[in-house]
């Protein structure tokens, strides 16, 4: 017997690996900043304020990753309606594939962050620019979600 798949199998697919691998990305994005803040707290809690900012930058993609799966699952049929056709489907998967996979530089963007706490901690006039060095890796996470969002405009998705 053959399986047929539809097309909101591979709908769900692209909105799982849209959430999923974005949500991986920002649990590690987090961790390394907050490991990194929690340290500088041991020697002065008065910096909470400014390891907090830098913590909660690498959460953003996952913010992303979580619009990319909204979308592909009210534009798709998965929260009600029409399935749609095996190549609409196929089209979200790998458009929750390209959201989630920028939704991973929340990863290095911790990694910044983390950098950014440790120079603020030794020099508080450093944090302007440790923000910005932070906040210009999450700028590829913004161009896969531009290019899911035109992809999902483009198949009719949304």
Known sequence: MV???SG??????GASLSMGLAAIGSGMGVYFAGSAGAGVLAEDPTKFGQALVYDVLPQTQ???GLLGAILIM???????????????G????FIGLVIGLGGLTAIPQGQTAAAGIAATAKNP??????IIFTVMVETF????LLIG?????GFGII
Not at 74 to 88: D, K, N, R, W, Y
Not at 90 to 93: F, R, T, V
Not at 149 to 153: E, G, N, S, V
């Open 74 to 88: 009210l534009g798709t049929g998965i929260m009600g309606g029409e399935a749609p056709s095996v190549e609409v």
């Open 149 to 153: 969002i035109l992809a999902m405009l």
């Open 90 to 93: 196929m089209a979200a998967l």
């Open 125 to 130: 006039g450093a944090f302007a620019g440790g």
């Open 3 to 5: 399986l047929e798949i």
């Open 8 to 13: 909101i199998v591979f709908a769900m697919l």
């Open 141 to 144: 996470a913004i161009f896969s």
């Open 62 to 64: 996952g913010v992303y």
